[in-house]
């Protein structure tokens, strides 16, 4: 006999999974080119999610054995900066569209300046890595400062990183790196956007990957991670409903790039479906990182490396 935990976790996953298929045949289709295998996608996505999770399960009895932390509830606190980071983030990706595509004149000459000064010792990828982290370091500042005053006592779990825990992340980068080539091979076609493994100087690779932790990898995780989810839990005492309202948040943060960078252009209830129910579960595999490894260091060094190379999911 199925236990009732085990029959509502079956429940809550096939109905996930049948409404993903649903908002991207219906509301969403428009957001997938023509005739897009919607179908195909979340099959491998969310198969290749519950690999990652099976890994991770098995991984976990090697791992140090952290509590969630454990924090009060400040509802107005938390509110206040959420919409803080919210705010902060639509005015860095403002800021960087008007840089990129109309930069005033002064601005354009300093951005130019820059980028050659930077390209006599490093490639041009590294420079604008540089740029990117340059553009956005006053959030990583802000996020940081934030983790560290809300977390208290939790504050050396949270960045610990022991060898069992670097151990179980080369595990998952060997993985992702193979999953990415299959996907890469069979399905995307060698696509060049999507590169498998790192090329280049070793140098060159350490600080490209530094350049972007400081845009994504460790601000993310430690604000969606390390802080919401614990303090969410403290309220909800569900971790998977919790888990699923800090992804939804964390899609949400993605808004503003994909509005005013790349121009996508939705109503309001349909950004809800898109953050509710997203076609990528990466915010669910990073999610199953920090909940097994109670460590925001080891999701950081992961969410960078997959967005610099070896992603494993389909559009």
Request: charged share 10%; aromatic share 18%; glycine share 6%.
């Amino acid at each position: 006999m199925l236990s009732r935990r085990t029959t509502t976790l079956a429940a809550f996953i096939t109905a996930y999974l049948l409404m993903v298929y649903c908002v991207y045949t219906g509301p969403l289709s428009t957001t997938l080119p023509a005739g897009y295998p919607v179908l195909r996608d979340l099959l491998w996505n969310y198969g290749v999610l519950a690999l990652f999770i099976f890994v991770l399960w098995f991984l976990a009895k090697h791992l140090p054995k952290y509590e969630i932390p454990k924090l009060p509830a400040h509802w107005t606190r938390f509110l206040i900066l959420l919409f803080a980071l919210g705010l902060s983030g639509f005015f860095v990706v403002s800021f960087w569209k008007w840089i990129v595509e109309s930069p005033p004149k002064t601005i354009a000459n300093i951005i130019i300046v820059m980028g050659k000064a930077l390209t006599h010792y490093v490639s041009l990828g590294v420079a604008n890595s540089a740029l990117n982290g340059v553009l956005t370091i006053y959030e990583t500042l802000f996020v940081l400062v934030v983790v560290l005053w809300q977390l208290h006592g939790w504050r050396r779990q949270t960045f610990s990183f022991s060898w069992r825990h670097g151990a179980a992340t080369i595990v998952l980068l060997i993985i992702s790196t193979l999953v990415s080539w299959v996907a890469n091979r069979f399905f995307l076609h060698d696509d060049p956007v999507q590169t498998v493994v790192p090329t280049g100087r070793i140098v060159s690779l350490l600080a490209t990957f530094v350049c972007q932790s400081l845009v994504n990898g460790i601000p993310e995780e430690l604000f969606y991670r390390a802080y919401i989810f614990p303090q969410l839990l403290a309220w909800i005492r569900r971790p998977l409903i919790t888990g699923w309202i800090t992804i939804a948040l964390f899609n949400a943060s993605h808004i503003p790039s994909l509005f005013i960078g790349q121009g996508l252009v939705l109503p309001w209830w349909k950004w809800i479906l898109w953050c509710l129910f997203n076609l990528q579960p990466t915010g669910w595999l990073y999610l199953a990182i920090y909940y097994r490894m109670r460590s925001a260091i080891p999701g950081a060094t992961y969410h960078t490396y997959i967005t610099l190379w070896a992603f494993p999911f389909l559009m």
